[in-house]
Nanobody, 114 residues
Framework: VQLQASGGGLVQPGGSLRLSCAASGIRVNRNSMAWYRQVPGKQRDHVATITDDGSTNYADAVMGRFTISRDDPKNTVYLRISNLTPDDTAVYYC?????????WGNGTQVTVSS
């Protein structure tokens, strides 16, 4: 299983980005797929999850601003992050679990700054 995250960058407050997580070795529509984020020196926090049946859930801090989705033919999960604030600055990771094993993608840095 491999998860390749991309799409991060430098964005001004109030801006938006779309993060992508391309999966191989699993089907994103058969596994729960999640996004987490981590600031140096702090724990990795859950941001959003999309389950195999398409249900979604979000951390309170991002509710209404972030949207998780997937493209089944592309076997890719997305995280649309909007109305960004400096507090959203972090490394964002995609993750999944398959047959009892947790898999993490590479991180993609999101920096919100004017």
């Amino acid at each position: 299983v491999q998860l390749q995250a991309s799409g991060g960058g430098l964005v001004q407050p109030g801006g938006s980005l779309r993060l992508s997580c391309a999966a191989s070795g699993i089907r994103v529509n058969r596994n729960s797929m999640a996004w987490y984020r981590q600031v140096p020196g702090k724990q990795r926090d859950h941001v959003a999850t999309i389950t195999d049946d398409g249900s979604t859930n979000y951390a309170d801090a991002v509710m209404g601003r972030f949207t998780i989705s997937r493209d089944d033919p592309k076997n890719t999960v997305y995280l649309r992050i909007s109305n960004l604030t400096p507090d959203d600055t972090a490394v964002y990771y995609c993750a999944t679990e398959d047959r009892g094993v947790d898999y993490w993608g590479n991180g993609t840095q999101v920096t919100v700054s004017s």
